[in-house]
């Protein structure tokens, strides 16, 4: 029994010092060599919703990377997403392999691009597939049904999103809004390519009102049903509807997960970054959540690491990475209280916001990470059958399911310490 916690122990620290690098990454993205761009044998990134630097990468580059392939001990993958930051102090490089290297700290590590997915030789009428659905790590088929949201009429979005302004400089698609029968056709050509695919994750700005936007992801939900059938999960990232019995009708079409999200638990900084929100009521959106958890057994809420502690006035010169830590954990208490699993994005900006640019601390934020774990997994809301928070293992953008994956496994060491113990009582005996 000791061998095997002393073997764990090892791919644990190795598993965790990754999850660190990973936190880096996303703090301060990466920047790359034009070698990298030469092989062209990986999923290239299309700027379907965000831009995560003011300044747009000059070649093509991978739109995740695998740091860690999982192990016999630690099955889990470690992927991050490639967020372009021409002045980071990690570079990726094609030098007999591809790897990620810090230049101030000298670290040095493989990586993996994740492959092409042929997704820019198929298409749906005259557009390529890849303009309508992404792949997003191995498993998700990712689609933004529309980069215009209605709170932008009347300047009431939310401060640090940039889904519009993106769109207006990055048209990966001829319209705002996607036709609902491309969508499908899309979502069945995908799901034809890719025997990987799992998962369907659909977002989306706004639409005219909430409920007709809830009715486009249902008519959706309907066009794909068949997918149900290879046991694909339905997930949706939405506002909740003004008439909640749509939710009803949101499971019947198969969807499995709604995720509507808070962006900021403090009450008082919800109504300053999130107006639209605000007018629909803080208050509301956790009836929603509550009705949701109904509907679905289970539901989701994510924040904005980042923004939780920001002032009044969005000063960003005031951060402080002690304080985001503390604010943002008293976030995930608060959505645990209320049964609510809780779930968290990392801010990044084009400067296209009215936040700014805010320098993220990696350190900061791996210790955010390891705390959000602990706090997830001692609370019981995520069942015992399931090995991860979100999706499967991978979630590049964010730290939800590492985090999650370091609890884990620090209870499984401490369980082999306990049994290792007790193995010792009984040869003393």
Do not use: W
């Given at each position: 029994?000791?061998?095997?916690?002393?073997?764990?122990?090892?791919?644990?620290?190795?598993?965790?010092?990754?999850?660190?690098?990973?936190?880096?990454?996303?703090?301060?993205?990466?920047?790359?060599?034009?070698?990298?761009?030469?092989?062209?044998?990986?999923?290239?990134?299309?700027?379907?919703?965000?831009?995560?630097?003011?300044?747009?990468?000059?070649?093509?580059?991978?739109?995740?990377?695998?740091?860690?392939?999982?192990?016999?001990?630690?099955?889990?993958?470690?992927?991050?997403k490639f967020r372009y930051n021409p002045d980071s102090d990690w570079q990726m490089d094609d030098e007999n392999g591809y790897k990620l290297r810090n230049d101030r700290t000298g670290v040095e590590i493989p990586v993996e691009p994740t492959p092409q997915t042929g997704f820019d030789q198929h298409f749906i009428g005259e557009l390529p597939l890849s303009s309508i659905v992404q792949k997003l790590g191995t498993d998700v088929a990712g689609v933004v049904l529309s980069n215009w949201c209605f709170y932008f009429q009347?300047?009431?979005?939310?401060?640090?999103?940039?889904?519009?302004?993106?769109?207006?400089?990055?048209?990966?698609?001829?319209?705002?809004?996607?036709?609902?029968e491309q969508v499908v056709e899309g979502l069945k050509l995908a799901f034809q390519i890719d025997s990987h695919l799992k998962h369907v994750l659909i977002t989306s700005?706004?639409?005219?009102?909430?409920?007709?936007?809830?009715?486009?992801?249902?008519?959706?939900?309907?066009?794909?049903?068949?997918?149900?059938?290879?046991?694909?999960?339905f997930q949706a990232i939405l506002m909740p509807p003004e008439n909640f019995l749509l939710m009803d009708e949101m499971r019947n079409v198969g969807f499995h997960r709604v995720c509507m999200n808070l962006e900021v638990f403090d009450p008082q900084l919800f109504e300053i970054i999130t107006p639209g929100k605000a007018a629909y009521g803080y208050q509301r959106l956790f009836e929603a959540l509550d009705y949701a958890s109904k509907v679905f057994d289970i539901a989701y809420s994510s924040i904005v690491y980042g923004i939780q502690s920001l002032s009044p006035d969005l000063d960003v010169t005031k951060w402080d990475p002690a304080k985001e830590n503390q604010k943002a954990l008293a976030g995930v208490d608060g959505l645990l209280e209320k049964k609510i699993i809780p779930l968290f994005t990392v801010y990044h900006t084009s400067e296209r916001n009215a936040i700014g640019l805010i320098r993220i601390d990696g350190e900061a934020l791996f210790a955010f990470t390891s705390e959000y774990g602990q706090k997830v997994f001692s609370s019981g809301i995520?069942?015992?059958?399931?090995?991860?928070?979100?999706?499967?293992?991978?979630?590049?953008?964010?730290?939800?399911?590492?985090?999650?994956s370091l609890a884990k496994y620090q209870k499984e060491i401490a369980d082999l310490e306990t049994f290792s113990m007790e193995d010792q009582k009984v040869i003393r005996k």
């Open positions: 029994m000791s061998e095997i916690r002393h073997d764990l122990m090892q791919e644990y620290k190795h598993f965790e010092f990754l999850v660190r690098i990973k936190a880096d990454l996303l703090a301060k993205g990466i920047r790359v060599n034009q070698n990298v761009g030469k092989r062209k044998d990986f999923n290239r990134k299309q700027i379907h919703l965000y831009q995560h630097c003011a300044t747009l990468h000059p070649i093509d580059i991978p739109e995740d990377l695998v740091l860690y392939s999982g192990s016999m001990l630690i099955p889990e993958i470690i992927m991050t009347n300047n009431h979005e939310c401060r640090f999103c940039e889904i519009f302004p993106t769109y207006q400089s990055q048209k990966t698609f001829n319209k705002a809004q996607k036709p609902i700005g706004n639409m005219i009102s909430y409920d007709h936007t809830v009715r486009e992801y249902i008519k959706i939900g309907e066009g794909i049903k068949e997918l149900k059938k290879k046991n694909i999960n995520i069942a015992e059958s399931q090995n991860s928070i979100s999706f499967d293992s991978t979630s590049p953008n964010d730290l939800i399911n590492d985090g999650y």
